[in-house]
Nanobody, 115 residues
Framework: QVQLVESGGGLVQAEGSLRLSCVASGFIFSLNNIDWYRQTPGNQRELVASITSGGQTNYADSVKGRFTISRDNAKNTVYLQMNSLKPEDTAVYYC?????????WGQGTQVTVSS
């Protein structure tokens, strides 16, 4: 079955960096686009960054220039490098894939940025 496992979250001070990882299994990773979302309590999940099967990337305006999404097809892994973190980046971060016409989500990883 499709599985996505995020890791790399934690507590960091403002202007610090973190790298999130999302390890995937159960589908042909190299053929699928992968997204990173984030969610804060009481709010809907927000699309943060996307990467296509061909490596094209897209970012939310709020993270452009600070976050970088990348993928390693040999490791079935997508990364989110987050630099110059701000307190407003505090959220649970999820990776998502649409496989077999169905969205699948990981369990999420908490990122907390202190001021």
């Amino acid at each position: 079955q499709v599985q996505l496992v995020e890791s790399g979250g934690g507590l960091v001070q403002a202007e610090g960096s973190l790298r999130l990882s999302c390890v995937a299994s159960g589908f042909i990773f190299s053929l699928n686009n992968i997204d990173w979302y984030r969610q804060t309590p009481g709010n809907q999940r927000e699309l943060v960054a996307s990467i296509t099967s061909g490596g094209q990337t897209n970012y939310a305006d709020s993270v452009k220039g600070r976050f970088t999404i990348s993928r390693d097809n040999a490791k079935n892994t997508v990364y989110l490098q987050m630099n110059s973190l701000k307190p407003e980046d505090t959220a649970v971060y999820y990776c998502r894939v649409v496989a077999r016409m169905h969205p699948f989500w990981g369990q999420g990883t908490q990122v907390t940025v202190s001021s």
